[in-house]
T-cell receptor, first 114, second 114 residues
């Protein structure tokens, strides 16, 4: 069975500072990995995804994530955070088959202070 | 292009009442999903469908039913509402194929059972 762990429930960063959100996954084969962002009262929006190939993937809104197989990690990064990045971020893992069913982590809430 | 539309946005039910959460998508996506989101728990898959007439249970299906008579619509039915079903419900859709892997979410239905 696939699973995702996001060890940080809440993170606070200053505007302009760099950001790294941690994600560890468990899956027996090559995983399909995703990061979604949820603004308050909204649905989730796909930030980026990894299937294969280059382990550093670029997403929308200036985010990137790096797949590290040896560490079973897929951490999300941004070099300079903007106040509008305050939201909840979800890491997710999907199977290579199985009709694209995805397992989500419990989320990390990002607070940005001026 | 409306994407995934969920109605209603908010609803309060009394214990034992029933209701249907509506979900429709206009992207001709084959795959559709219902998730519930509870604080600190991430999203849990309730039911999913891979096409009209085909549905299957997810991780937490008890107390819910679904149907898929058309490609566009995937309603979620609560027959006897219980307080444990107080949650935010999200519908999502996607298209088959590795390159299409990644959900489009609706904006959610916040349900309170009292």
């Amino acid at each position: 069975a696939q699973s995702v762990t996001q060890p940080d429930i809440h993170i606070t960063v200053s505007e302009g500072a760099s950001l790294e959100l941690r994600c560890n996954y468990s899956y027996g084969a090559t995983p399909y990995l995703f990061w979604y962002v949820q603004s308050p009262g909204q649905g989730l929006q796909l930030l980026l995804k990894y299937f294969s190939g280059d382990t550093l993937v670029q997403g929308i809104k200036g985010f990137e994530a790096e797949f590290k197989r040896s560490q079973s990690s897929f951490n999300l990064r941004k070099p300079s955070v903007h106040w509008s990045d305050a939201a909840e971020y979800f890491c997710a893992v999907g199977a290579s088959g199985g009709y694209q069913k995805v397992t989500f982590g419990t989320g990390t809430k990002l607070q940005v202070i001026p | 292009n409306a994407g995934v539309t969920q109605t209603p946005k908010f609803r309060i039910l009394k214990i034992g009442q029933s209701m249907t959460l509506q979900c429709t998508q206009d992207m001709n996506h084959n795959y559709m999903y219902w998730y519930r989101q509870d604080p600190g728990m991430g999203l849990k898959l309730i039911y999913y469908s891979v096409g009209a007439g085909i549905t299957d249970k997810g991780e937490v299906p008890n107390g819910y039913n679904v149907s898929r008579s058309t490609t566009e619509d995937f309603p979620l039915r609560l027959e006897l509402a219980a307080p444990s079903q107080t949650s935010v419900y999200f519908c999502a859709s996607s298209y088959p194929g590795v390159s299409n892997y990644g959900y489009t979410f609706g904006s959610g239905t916040r349900l309170t059972v009292v």
